[in-house]
């Protein structure tokens, strides 16, 4: 790439654009804006460039107008989030995680939709150290936000951990090969070596060049029949073909993506389309070359129109095929046959490849102390005795992998101490929910999502009971705002916040994670929300067919129609009212 690309693109450059490319290679200021004592907040261009080293600079919403009225600076925080591809990390190292949330976060653990940990609460002046920490286990947090490719995602289930243990190993290659090549990170963080200008060294990102992506991209690996990555929703979707219990290779879909915007019909989710099968020993040279179709033709005028899906819709699937075939050098072959037939966690105990493997429910993935519910001593106790490691999901939950026969008796007796088990025995509903942060640390959240979507599961729940549907699998997300963070638009019943307890209903997405919802009601809040669900429910008791989801039936029930591009998202709202 050479960055005259750049001015090829319609329209003036976004201003972000013009930072990325004057901040030497994502140095800034930021190193001096540690420094300053008078603020707890660092400079809105160093932000910004802040996002590419893995945090958010935040405040905390529930204190901003009582701090206003004060005449003082907003609670400044830091969310810190770490990268861990395919979600593996060793109790070594979720030890220091949840040592460093104690002694400089707020005291919790988030584990991500795209399986990573978050720390929330971090101040300015503990950032340093936080950095520091995550490194000394061998971990980091560059990459895990900004516009580069995220936190590489896989299937992490046990039970298939012959074919994981492969795939896990594609993602760790991939994550690495993605990684911003950059020596900030370890100057600011690390106390490395500093470089005057590493402009003058000539070339330092050969992947991304010195304006790195249009936007942030993601990348991840599904193994049939699980689709608990949401395949369909990452700009580059892997999907692993098996023949013979061997890996064969992958097929490859382009082009998904979550987020919109609410009023915008130029905005939309999308699902990733497949375009052809790879060899797995050509994976990391088609996954370099979409990537780079990407970062030469994507909109970097409009960072809302600068996703991936984007650029393919406005272009065409043929024509990415076309390019992406040019830029190899080589063609893809035809996909290959592959079935999904969940998206979800299996809880509890499983034995796989001779160890044993607890799946904990883990519910929005906020890992915390309850006056009734130790959930976070808990896994701390296990993680002092484990030998194995810790495997976060896709759905914010936690697998205890690898347990010897040895060691499980202990790790039992402590998930029955602390009640870490009892997750199993919660509703389908509320096993397959899953929330956003949204208030009081999100700068993007326009109503409630982690602290609100389990109360309103808990009612949805009585509603389940008088249905006789406690046991029914419905997959159920809420998002703060349209970004999609949770992948509401997948869900069979997604709500996103459009203002201060009021929601967008979304209904008629997928069990599998293969179709968009649609939707169905807008601006509503919680009465109308339990009102609206209570008969829809009780008439898909009533009515449905053997084995059909309840995103099915509400289409063929006509409540919405089928969506399966997000160029069809916003053509026609709900068909029955």
Known sequence: MTDSKFYEQEGPPSDLEHIKKDSNYLRGTIAEGLNDQITGAISDDDTK???FHGSYQQDDRDVRNERRRKKLEPAYQFMVRVRAPGGVTTPEQWLVIDDISQKYGNQTLKLTTRQSFQLHGILKWNLKNTFQEVNEVLMSTLAACGDVNRNVMCNPNPYQSEVHR??????????????????????????????????????????????????????????????????????????????????????????????????DTKTYPQLARVIGFCPTDKILDAAAKVVSIQRDYGNR???????????????????????????????????RPYQFDHNGDRLGWVKGDGKWHLTLFIQNGRVKDFEDYKLQTGLREIAKIHTGDFRLTPNQNVIIANVTDQNKQKIVELAEEY?????????????????????????????????????????????????????????????????????????????????????????????????????????????????????????????????????????RAGFVEEVHSGLDFHTTNAVKN
């Open 49 to 51: 460039l802040l996002k």
């Open 166 to 263: 492969e795939v896990y190993e594609w993602a760790e290659k991939l994550s690495e090969h993605f990684s911003p090549q950059t020596n900030a990170y370890h100057e600011i963080w690390l106390d490395g070596d500093k470089v005057v200008d590493s402009r003058d060294k000539g070339e330092v990102e050969p992947i991304y060049g010195s304006y790195y992506l249009p936007r942030k991209f993601k990348i991840g690996i599904a193994v049939p029949p699980s689709n608990d990555i949401d395949v369909f929703s990452h700009d580059l979707g892997l999907i692993a073909i098996l023949e013979e219990g061997q890996l064969k290779g992958f097929n490859i879909a382009v082009g998904g993506g979550m987020g919109m915007t609410h009023g």
């Open 301 to 335: 005028s409009d960072r809302m129109n600068a996703r991936f899906k984007y650029t393919i819709d406005a272009r065409g699937l043929e024509w990415v095929k076309k390019e992406l075939n040019e830029r190899l050098g080589w063609r893809l072959e035809e996909a």
């Open 419 to 555: 009640g870490l088990t009892e997750g199993k025995h919660h509703s389908a509903l509320k096993r397959n929910s899953m929330a956003c942060v949204a208030f009081p640390t999100c700068g993007l959240a326009m109503a409630e999502s982690e602290r609100y979507l389990p109360l309103l599961v808990n009612k949805i729940e009585d509603i389940l009971d008088e249905a006789g549907l406690r046991d029914e699998e419905i997959v159920i997300r809420m998002s703060g705002c349209p970004n999609g963070c949770s992948r509401p638009g997948l869900a069979e019943i997604a709500f996103i916040g459009k203002a201060p307890g009021k929601y967008n209903m979304y209904l008629g997405g997928s069990f599998t994670g293969e179709r968009l919802n649609k939707l169905y009601r807008e601006n509503i809040g919680e009465e109308e929300i339990l009102e609206t669900l209570r008969s829809m429910l009780i008439q898909y008791a009533k009515e449905r067919r053997d084995g059909e989801h309840f995103g099915d039936y509400v289409i």
